[in-house]
């Protein structure tokens, strides 16, 4: 009766195209096999009196974290299985979970770790750009653009160029990268053109991470991103094309004290 639950509780999920977290009643002693085998959902809380998880019970390509509570005694190696890359769990310091995310090279956090929600949202700081489109280059160049997008959305920061900002980020990667850790690129992503050619400033040649000669935002819409283009005069749009941001820009930074959205940040702040 219980497999039989969750298998319900799996169609509604499969018939719901905005479908993400999945919230289990209480009262469950046992997650079967297969109970959530290919559902598309990103987040999952598994209620506490719950003792065990079946095979591949949450084996879902969409899946980027789940909390894990105390009473867990046993999780088959399996469970979840093809889960996204940057999965992580969220589970009871001491208790049989982490001993098997330790064991089965599965990230997680704690639970009694404070989960602060950012009161920036990241797409508010890319909603602030659109008023700049124009301004000139000489007035504001890249680092003033990004800078005043911040202070505008209620976020008042010092880049202190953009290779010390790219430096600072909690997570960086490329387009690609991003799409597949996350599923997409969030809306007010910082975006950078990362140059390994040696010709960044002697106090960040020693890490070897290159030269992040350039940064802007990412919209989410058609147009890609927004920055103040040195080569154009003026603040303006790129444009995006399939998984790759068109105009050179090669990298993306997330920065956890702005909100995109709950897993993403869960996942950043167990950073």
Request: aromatic letters at 12%; charged letters at 20%.
């Amino acid at each position: 009766m219980r497999r039989v639950f969750c298998l319900l509780i799996a169609v509604l999920l499969l018939w719901t195209a905005s479908a993400s977290a999945a919230v289990l009643p209480s009262g469950l002693k046992e997650i079967e096999k297969e109970a959530f085998y290919g559902v598309p959902i990103t987040d999952v809380t598994i209620p506490d009196g719950v003792t065990a998880i079946g095979a591949r019970a949450f084996s879902t390509a969409t899946l980027l974290h789940a909390t894990i509570p105390a009473s867990v005694k046993d999780i088959d190696g399996t469970a979840f299985e093809g889960t996204a890359k940057s999965f992580f769990a969220t589970v009871t310091k001491g208790s049989y979970a982490e001993e098997w995310c330790g064991k089965n090279k599965i990230a997680y956090s704690y639970t009694d770790t404070l989960y602060v929600t950012p009161s920036v949202k990241a797409a508010s700081v890319a909603k602030e750009g659109e008023k700049y489109l124009g301004t000139p280059y000489y007035l504001m160049d890249c680092q003033a653009f990004v800078e005043a997008c911040l202070k505008d959305a209620g976020m008042p920061v010092d880049l202190a160029g953009s290779n010390a900002w790219y430096r600072t980020m909690t997570w960086t990667g490329t387009p690609e990268e991003c799409i597949a850790l996350f599923g997409y690129i969030p809306k007010g992503a910082f975006l950078y053109i990362l140059e390994s050619d040696g010709k960044e400033p002697q106090k960040y040649k020693a890490d070897k991470i290159g030269n992040a000669s350039h940064i802007g935002i990412y919209t989410g819409t058609y147009y890609g991103a927004m920055a103040s283009s040195k080569s154009r005069g003026c603040v303006i749009h790129s444009y995006f094309q399939g998984a790759s941001i068109n105009g050179s820009w090669n990298r993306v930074g997330l920065w956890k004290q702005l909100y995109y959205d709950e897993t993403i940040n869960r996942w950043l702040q167990s950073r």
